[in-house]
Structure formats: structure tokens, C-alpha cells
């Protein structure tokens, strides 16, 4: 059984497309049948989230923490307790490909990093998507985490300890705490996330944020300075 996280504050805009998006991956050919539990995290959500999930008939759980770590974490042993063997995680404004769940776990590791894609620079300088395109590194071997695209299995989950509960890079501590006790990680470019380009992050110091950090400083700078996320 495979497990789906999904931490979500305030998403009613967007989250309907990111449960299409996981339901038709869950539904995948090429997993044979096995059951995918998708749980999503409403973490002190005051719009009208809780009713779309509601009438998605995805599995649900309310939470107040106001942070996305704890978020990811309960929605984590909620699934290990159910005897998931597998936890992916992705957030509530991105979409996921059909057979993201197959390229995680053809990866063959004990954790898998994939990239991710913005679905609209129009809110954006035009300078900032070309600076992205010149130093995002999309392809295998890369070293970007990111929530929206992360897959582990249960046991190496469970030896790294979980999610720190964090109110930004959370993703980038699991990780860490992953490689340090043993767990191989795949770089791979095969699982695809589409997420949202928005600059009014939810969680702060995400990476709307840093979008919007990149916006500000290089929207009319030289590429070739450009950070890389």
C-alpha cells in the first residue's frame, strides 16, 4: 500500500486540480492494483478547502499548527499506521504526473527527490524565467528537494526519524536526516510536479517566497548571478 501526503492551508483555489491529479496517478497501470491512500493535512484552513476535499472523498484530517513540518509529520504516521510501505508527498497548489507514483518507485532507492516545474510566469518579470531556465538543473543528478516531489520508504522514514516540524524546509531536513542515517537517495528527473508560480506563499520562506525573493532582486538583473534554488 502506498501512501500520499498532502498538507494544505487555505487552497480552495487549487487543491481540486492537485486530487484530480494524485487520483489519476493513484489509478496508474503500472501498479498493478495496489491500493494508494491519499490523506490530506487541513492545517488551519479558513476557506473552502475542507468542503471540496470533503466532496472528493479523499481521506481528511484538520490540524491548527500553522506549519507545514508538523503538517507532512501527522499526515505521515497517520499512513505508517495504516501500513503504508511506501509515503509520497505533495502540496496542495501542484499537480502531479499520471505515473509520478511508478517513477518514484522504479527509482529503486530508499528515497526519491524529483523536480518541479511552474505551471504560469505571467505574474513574474519575464527576466526571472529565463534566469530559472538557465540554472535549474531538471534533469538526473540534480540536487533540488522539494515537497511537491518527494517520495520514502515507510522504514527509512521511520529510522530518520520523520519530518522535524519546521515551518519552511522541512523537506530539505528529511532529507538530510535520510542521507545521515543511511538511506540512498535517487536525484532523479523521472517523477514530474507541475506547481503554482504564485508570489502569496502560504508557507513562508517557501518557495513562493524565494520566487518572489528571485522576482525582486533579478527581475531586471543578469542571469548568470542568478541562485540556484
Not at 18 to 29: G, I, Q
Not at 51 to 72: C, D, E, L, Q, Y
Not at 124 to 136: D, E, H
Amino acid at each position: 500500500m502506498i501512501g500520499v501526503v498532502i498538507p494544505a492551508h487555505d487552497e480552495e483555489q487549487l487543491i481540486a486540480a492537485c486530487l484530480d491529479s494524485v487520483r489519476r496517478a493513484a489509478a496508474h497501470p503500472s501498479l498493478h492494483g495496489e491500493a494508494v491512500c491519499p490523506l490530506v493535512v487541513l492545517d488551519a484552513c479558513t476557506d473552502a478547502s475542507l468542503p471540496i476535499v470533503s466532496a472528493s472523498g479523499f481521506s481528511h484530517m484538520t490540524i491548527g499548527a500553522h506549519n507545514v513540518g508538523v503538517a507532512r509529520a501527522v499526515g505521515s504516521q497517520a499512513l505508517l499506521a495504516r501500513g503504508v510501505r511506501w509515503l509520497a508527498f505533495t502540496d496542495a497548489d501542484s499537480r502531479v504526473a499520471s505515473d509520478w507514483l511508478v517513477a518514484q518507485l522504479q527509482a529503486g532507492a530508499d528515497a526519491v527527490c524529483g523536480p518541479v516545474s511552474v505551471d504560469d510566469w505571467s505574474g513574474l518579470a519575464p527576466s526571472v524565467s529565463a534566469i530559472w531556465a538557465k540554472r535549474y538543473h531538471d534533469a538526473d543528478g540534480h540536487r533540488h528537494v522539494h515537497g511537491a516531489n518527494l517520495g520514502v520508504a515507510a522504514y527509512a522514514y521511520a529510522r530518520a526519524g520523520g519530518f522535524p516540524p519546521l515551518v519552511c524546509s522541512e523537506d530539505v531536513a528529511l532529507v538530510e536526516l535520510l542521507i545521515e542515517t543511511g538511506a540512498t537517495v535517487a536525484w532523479s528527473a523521472a517523477p514530474r510536479v507541475v506547481t503554482s508560480g504564485r508570489l502569496n506563499a502560504r508557507a513562508r520562506g517557501g518557495f513562493g517566497d524565494t520566487l518572489a525573493a528571485w522576482a525582486d532582486e533579478f527581475g531586471t538583473g543578469d542571469a548568470s548571478v542568478m541562485p540556484s534554488p
